[in-house]
Each structure stands twice: as C-alpha cells, then as structure tokens.
C-alpha cells in the first residue's frame, strides 16, 4: 500500500464478517461485501478466497518509507539560505572575474556538504532497527486446517490462532478466549496487561467508537499476548487497523520545524537585508563623494558582500551540529538528524510518557499492609535486587508463602542477571519473595503443588491447593472484593480472629487512592484430598493481607524533573494509565501536589466539544494527563504549542507517534520504542530514561550556545569590515582589502577559528537559566551590543592603521597587506574572547577548548606561510611584514583584546545590580 491511500483507508470501515458456527454466537453482523460468503468459524476461509481478498486489499502491511540515499541527504544540505546567499556570491565573482573567490566558495559549499551528509548518514544507520511492527507468521485456520501463514498474507474474515508470546497480526474480533492476556502499551500507554474475553451475543459487542482500553473483546495489531490462547475473526488489515490508523497520521507531512532551522533562516534574512542595504549605501555614498568610476564600485559592492556574509557559518554550524550529536551519543541520545541536536536545547516543554520513561516499567510490590496494620516496605524495582523493611518480619512469613505458591510465574538466575516470565503480577511477588530472604525452590518443595487453580478474569482470583498427603491447603491471591468475600477469619499476628470487612475495605479504599494496584491474599487450611472442582467457591478464607503494586519511578527521574525545573522548562505525563497510578506517580516525582486535578481523555473530549477556549483553561495549567488517546495527546501538543512553547514529545508506542511528529521535538525510546515511534522521532533515546532527556536537553544548549558564539564572532568581524568600507570612501581612500582577500580572511585565517569555536565545551550552568523566548531571534540584544562594541572597535583601529600607512606614501598593496594582517590578528583574539559572552578569558582553562588553542596559533601560521608562498602570495597580494611593523600591530591587536576585557566586566557589574535590583523588589 502506497502513502497516498491513508486517506481513503481512514474513511473505509472496517468490514464485519459473519462467523458462522461461532461459540457464543461470535461477533459479527454479516459481510460488507454485498453478496460475499459468510465465514466459517471452524474451517475458516477457503485458500481460493484468502487469495482472492489478498489480490483485492493488498498485503497486511503497513507502508514502508524509502530511506534517503547518500545522494539525497548529499543534496539536502544545499537546500540551506545560507548556501544560497553563497552560491549568489560565487557567481557574482565569476562574472567579474573574480575565479579565485568562486573557488573558495564553491569549495566551501562542497566541503560543508560532505560533513553534512557523512553526518546524517551515521545517524540514520544508528537509528535502522525494524522496518515494519507486523511482521511475523501467524497461525490461522484455512480449508478447515491449521496453517502458519506470513503476516503480509492475513486477510479480512481469516481465523487466527492466538496462543502465548504471539503478535497480533490484525484487529480481531474474538470468538473465544481462555484466559487471555494482552499488552497493549504500544497503543495505549497502559502497563497493565488487559484481560481480554469473547463478546457473548450481537448485544454484549462492545461499540467501535469505545476507548481501546474498553474493547475487551478484541485483539489489536501489534500488540503482544502474554498469557493464555484465543480464537478470532480479523476484522480490519493494514492501515484499516487501529495501528494503521496512527501509521497514517504519522505519514502526513510534519508541520513544525526544528527550532534551529526557524532561527538561521531568520537570521539569513536579516543578514541578506543588512548586505542589501549597505551596498546600496555604500555605493551612494560613493556617488556622492565621487572620484570612484563603475568598476571601482563594482569591485567595492562585491568586496562589501563577500566580508558581510558569514562563510565559514555553514561548515561551523555543521560541525557545532556534528559534536553536539557525538557528545549527545555519550549520554544515551542518538540524533537522527542533525538539526534536531539543537531542537531539544531550545524546548520550554516536554510532554513525557510515563511507563518506560519516567518508571521502569516493571511492576513492583512497594508495600505490604497486614491486618494488624503492620507495614513492610520492600526496597529496589523490578528485579533488581533489595530488602524488605519492617519490623517483626515473621508476621509477613505466610504471606510471602501465599504468593509463592498461588503462582504460575517463574525466576530464574541466569548467571548475570534474574530473568523472570509468564504474568507481571506473579512475577512480583516471586520478586518479593527473594527480597524477603526465600528460596523459591525450596518453598515449592516443600509445599508441593496439588492442583493449580489459573487466573481467570471471571473469577477474579488465583489459587493453588499445595501440600503432602493430609496436609494440603488451599492459597489464594486476587481482588480484595473477591478475597474479603470468602474470608471469615484474618490472621492478626499469628492469631486468628474473625474478619474486620470495613477495616480491611479501608485500608484497601486508601491505597487504591494513592495509585497502587491492590491485591489480596488468603489461605484455608485443611482441604481434604477428595475436595473436587476449580476453586470458584471461596469460603473460611483466612484473610493474610494486601500488597500494593505499583511500577515504581525511576530514581534518576526525581533529579531530572528538579533539573528542568530550574531550567524553566515545563513538563506534563501524558499517559494511558488510571487516574489515580498517574496522580501518584506524579506526586512522587513532584510534577504535582497530592490535591492536584488529573485531566482525562474524557475531559478533554468533552472539552473540545466547548471550542479552543475551553481546551486551553483545561490543558495548559494541567500537569498530569491520563486515559489519553493517540489523537488526544496530539491535540495537548497543539495546545501548549499555540500558547507560545517549543514541546518536545517523548513516547515508545505507536499512541505516542503522531504527537510526536506534530511537535517541535520528537523522542523515542530506544529500548523499549515501536519502529513507528522510532520513524516519527527527531531523537532516540537508547536507554529509556528520562535523565537522558534532560541531559540532551543540557547539550542541546550547549550546542546552541556555541552556534551564538560563532555566529556574533563572524557578524562582528564582517560588521568591521563594513565600518572599514565605509570610513574609507568617506575619507576618499581606496580599497581597503580586495575580494580574494576577505575570502581568505573569512575562510581560512578566521575560518579554523570558527569551527575550532564550536569545539567550546559546557560553562556551567546551562540548566541553571531559563529556556530561550521561542520568539527570540539568533541576532538579538545581546549579540547586537557586541557586534557594535567588538566591530566598532576592530573597524576603527584598521581604518586607522590603513589611512595612515597610506598617508605615509607606502603603495596601496602594501597598505592592503598590513591592513589584512591586523585583521588576522584581530581574528584570534576575537576567538579567545568568544569563548564566552560574559566570563573573562583569564577565569577560563586556557585549554579547555585543545581545538581552539590549536587554531589561534595555527590560522597565523598559515597567513605568514602564504606571504611567502610564491603562487598564493602573488593571487592574495601578500608580502612578508617587517618584525617591528608585525609587533606594532600585535600591540594594536591587544589592545581590542583588552577592551573586550573590559566590556566584558561592565556586563558582570550590570547583571550583578540587575540581579540585586529583581531581588530587593521580590524581598519587597
């Protein structure tokens, strides 16, 4: 299936086949092909009609998107304002005549596309992992047999056999169910495995337009079974699915841009008006002055463009780009593509998921509460190992027993690590066990199984009936409703007295309040040999006590939210859970306090029908989103996106891809995340862990920060030679420097510099200051101060040194020569104190930056080697310098050193009083 056939896979509905022979009545109200055969639930399709709805659907898959040939990405970077503004140049020179700046540029353009494309392609190959979710085989019934058949060859009205570790491999309606489970995460969000169960007449069908999370009598593409074995009728293939439907969203054109891409190309137009209007200034001021005929000012306007625009910006903001992406590859992040590296640096919001990301998604036992109102902490996530804490831990011992043996979960030490299996909530109590100081084996040796009594959702419970010969007795885990029915006696520190119903429905009603999943646990003691049936008959139940399960947050989690609080940045968990698990989890991670409202897919449904007005009262003061759909979570990135934020959308389900898409940044989950997720993303994260976010985020600044740094060094340099233009056909003076020496200027003597800048590592602090106004251009206050104080000052002095050198009677090509020298030497010293806009250069590591130190020495190198090269020297008009000329002007070069020294201490000592002021007024 093409791209182009979402839309009309959107509008088709699914068809509904009749099941003929179904248990129950199955599913169904006949076919939506006028005239086409009915299905038998038994024998299932016939081949000759499998074959003849595959040729009419197409195959059961999703589209696959064609990745960009190293041909492509290797012409993407010239789609760049920057490039354009170049290659104007470069021609421009051409036609003048001027082959040895178009040289420079062309070879420029080249050399920056080159870095781009290796780039980009080491992230895209970083990021290939699998290129389609439903692929697989699955076990159908065809001409009344078995048959395992690829999941592109699933058809509409097919039976499937659904059993444990399967992938379901389309929608389906179930006719039967045993004890099925499914882990649908990757389209809700929701860490709890569903009970799933067949509908039991046309009646008792759950609506199509109910939640996922409420169809219990259908399976969903994609999703995983993870216990029991089921039988259903595929009702909906490719991107008729509920999978295909996101898929489809996903496909659509993104609508936001990288921050960084909406910054550059407003800057490029503010330096393309700024060229602009200089030429024409200059070559009226020109006219006026007179004494310059029509080449002179040709030449001047084409000199004044090459010093104005910023060469060396693309191959500096390429590899400013490059490094933030290795440095960012460090700390678990992996770009996959290079303007994103900065998109995560310039958010003000992150929308997190929860499970997986902000949790460990593991379900854990947190906390054991006994009749006698004793309370046992058990310390450690998921499998990793821990205690358990509380005093009089005996009292705890047959409850720990309990879930042991009413259990079909299994863990087991591998050697490095545990590796356990089967139900999420037994292997926790088997978790619980270990931390408690049990040997598994042991216990079931001791206590051998005698009948096993499985989980049923109708039931509500599990149990096992263990023990020797005469000795057997019954253990039960389940829902506190269920249990405190059956129990006539509870175990009150090892004496047993009659049953407290509201004590226990108390402390049951207050940790389902703090967000725990709640169980129950019982025993009988005393169950005969002969005793027959399933267990369904609960009764003198010895009630042992509650555990709350919970899958608990990621340690690092806490300090990274802080983290970003500090920053500015803003963040909300949006997630498919209950209500309660997402108040709690965020009360624990302090996105909220305890009374804090939860915003539900409900509310938000609601809410829409009341108009944008209504959404936005509702969302933007919310922290703590639940029970929320793929299209709701990207209707609450369109909201806080139109209130002015840059939002970063973090997730690994497919519910997850199309907020990801719509946002200004994307991020999936590495370990954990869907190829549709991975596909929508900007950025991956490989270890799952929301402080890796963050730490991208630091990066991200980072990264920016030094884009600001080469940028008001090259804008400063470029406004100097301006102000050199301008102060000398005002004074009537020619030419100060010609075309192919600014382009050598811009891009080799300044160039290494430029790009050594973006090397600069962290000052300190970057999440310490609020985010950037998304608003806010590249050239603002703080850069226009120092283009004018820096350029001002690096145009005056040459200007000086140029007029006087010609006012001495030296040749202008030796008035040229001296004048590009000073410039070089302005060059590194401009470098050394771009390092930072406010920190003087001496409180600095004077290696902190080894690239840096390295191409300040080494851009003066190769301008004293050309003056003596014989062929270079002749193109760029270069002499050698006589020592004591070269010391006067490394004195002239000081001196803007140092008053850059000092205008960088003037803004410490406005910051300081601005600080003072802000904080006397909140004092008062």
């Known amino acids: 299936m093409a791209l182009d056939s979402a839309s009309d896979a959107r509008e088709r509905p699914p068809r509904e086949i009749e099941a003929e022979s179904a248990p129950t009545g199955g599913p169904g109200d006949g076919d939506a092909r006028n005239g086409g055969p009915t299905v038998d639930a038994a024998a299932g399709l016939t081949s000759e009609a499998a074959a003849a709805r595959l040729a009419e659907d197409g195959p059961n898959k999703l589209p696959e998107r064609r990745p960009a040939s190293v041909a492509e990405i290797f012409a993407r970077q010239f789609l760049s304002p920057f490039i354009y503004i170049l290659l104007v140049a470069a021609i421009a020179s051409l036609l003048v005549g001027q082959t040895p700046s178009a040289i420079f540029i062309f070879a420029v353009l080249l050399l920056n596309a080159a870095i ?10 970083s990021a290939e992992a699998l290129k389609d979710m439903v692929r697989g085989v699955a076990h159908v019934v065809r001409d009344g047999a078995p048959k395992a058949v690829d999941f592109e060859e699933i058809v509409v009205g097919d039976v499937v056999l659904l059993s444990s570790g399967d992938r379901a491999p389309a929608d389906i309606d179930l006719l039967s169910a045993d004890n099925l489970s499914v882990d649908e995460s990757m389209l809700t969000g929701e860490s709890v495995e569903v009970r799933k169960a067949a509908a039991l007449d046309a009646a008792s069908k759950i609506a199509d337009d109910a939640p996922i999370t409420d169809r219990a009598d259908r399976c969903f593409a994609g999703s995983i079974i993870t216990k029991g074995r089921g039988r259903g009728i595929v009702r909906a293939t490719a991107l008729d699915t509920e999978l295909g439907r996101i898929a489809s969203r996903v496909s659509r054109r993104r609508v936001s841009e990288p921050p960084l891409m909406i910054r550059i190309r407003r800057f490029t137009y503010q330096v393309a008006g700024a060229i602009m209007a200089a030429i024409v200034l200059l070559v009226a001021l020109m006219a006026a002055r007179g004494g ?3 080449v002179e000012m040709s030449m001047m306007a084409i000199g004044l463009a090459v010093s104005t625009i910023p060469e060396g910006l693309p191959a500096a903001l390429t590899v400013a780009l490059a490094i933030g992406m290795r440095r960012m590859a460090a700390n678990n992040v992996i770009i996959r593509k290079l303007v994103a590296v900065e998109a995560l640096g310039s958010c003000t919001f992150i929308c997190s998921d929860k499970t997986g990301t902000l949790t460990v998604n593991e379900l854990t036992i947190d906390k054991i509460l006994l009749p006698s109102g004793r309370e046992y902490r058990a310390e450690g996530a998921g499998v990793a190992p821990g205690a358990v804490t509380g005093e009089a831990r005996e009292h705890l011992r047959e409850l720990c027993v309990t879930g042991v043996l009413a259990n079909e979960g299994h863990l087991d030490y591998a050697g490095v690590d545990w590796r356990a299996d089967g139900d999420i909530v037994d292997v926790a109590f088997l978790v619980f066990a270990k931390k408690y100081g049990f040997s598994l084996a042991d216990v079931r040796r001791e206590r051998r199984r005698r009948r096993l009594i499985p989980y049923e959702s109708e039931r509500a419970f599990s149990g096992s009936v263990n023990g020797e010969d005469g000795a057997a007795a019954l253990y039960v885990k389940g829902s506190p409703e269920k249990i405190l029915a059956g129990a006539t006696h509870m175990d009150l520190d090892g004496e047993l007295r009659p049953v407290d119903a509201a004590m226990i429905e108390g402390q049951f009603r207050d940790l389902a309040a703090q ?9 009988r003691g005393d169950v005969p040999d002969t005793e027959d049936g399933d267990g369904d008959d609960l009764r003198d139940l010895t009630f042992l006590g509650l555990a709350a399960i919970i899958d608990p947050v990621r340690p690092e989690a806490r300090e990274a939210i802080e983290r970003c609080k500090r920053g500015g ?3 909300a968990m949006v997630t498919g859970d209950h209500p309660l698990t997402a108040r709690a989890i965020g009360v624990d991670l ?18 829409e029908t009341e108009g944008a007005g209504a959404l936005e009262v509702l969302i933007l003061p919310s922290r703590i989103f639940a029970r929320i759909e793929p299209v709701q979570k990207e209707l609450i990135v369109e909201t806080f996106m139109k209130d002015g934020h840059f939002v970063a959308v973090t997730g690994d389900g497919v519910n997850d891809a199309p907020a990801m898409r719509r946002a200004n940044a994307g991020v999936a989950m590495g370990k954990s995340g869907t190829e549709v997720a991975k596909d929508a993303a900007d950025l991956i994260i490989t270890d799952d862990n929301f402080a890796s976010i963050v730490a991208g985020v ?5 990264v920016y920060n030094n884009i600001r740094k080469v940028i008001a060094l090259l804008t400063a340099t470029g406004f100097s030679a301006i102000l050199l233009f301008f102060l000398s056909v005002a004074a009537g003076l020619p030419m100060p420097l010609t075309a192919v020496q600014l382009l050598w200027l811009n891009l080799v003597a300044n160039g290494l510099q430029d790009v050594a800048l973006a090397f600069e590592p962290k000052e300190g602090g970057e999440l310490s200051r609020p985010p950037r106004d ?13 283009v004018l104080v820096a350029g001002t000052i690096m145009g005056a002095l040459a200007f000086t040194v140029f007029s006087s050198i010609l006012a001495a009677g030296a040749s202008e090509e030796a008035a040229r020569n001296t004048t590009l020298m000073l410039m070089v030497l302005f060059g590194n010293a401009h470098a050394l104190q771009s390092r930072s806009e406010t920190k003087s250069l001496f409180s600095m590591a004077p290696f902190g930056n080894r690239f840096l130190a390295l191409a300040v020495p080494g851009a003066l190198l190769i301008h004293l080697a050309a003056m003596r090269a014989p062929v270079l020297s002749d193109v760029l008009q270069l002499s050698p310098i006589p020592l004591p000329t070269f010391l006067s002007l490394v004195g002239v070069a000081l001196c803007f050193f140092f008053a850059e020294e000092v205008h960088k201490f003037a803004i410490r000592r406005w910051s300081a009083r601005g600080a003072a002021r802000h904080d006397a007024q909140m004092s008062t």
């Open 292 to 294: 310059y005929g029509p």
């Open 590 to 607: 302090g996105l909220c306090p305890a009374d804090a409202e939860v915003v539900t897919g409900d509310m938000i449904r609601t809410a």
């Open 774 to 786: 998304p608003a806010e251009p590249i050239f603002e206050r703080h850069i226009i101060e120092h």
């Open 116 to 125: 781009g494309a290796v780039q980009e392609v080491a992230a895209q190959r």
């Open 698 to 702: 630091e990066q991200g600044r980072i």
């Open 569 to 571: 940045i803003g963040v």
């Open 515 to 523: 967000g725990y999943r709640v169980i129950a646990l019982a025993k």
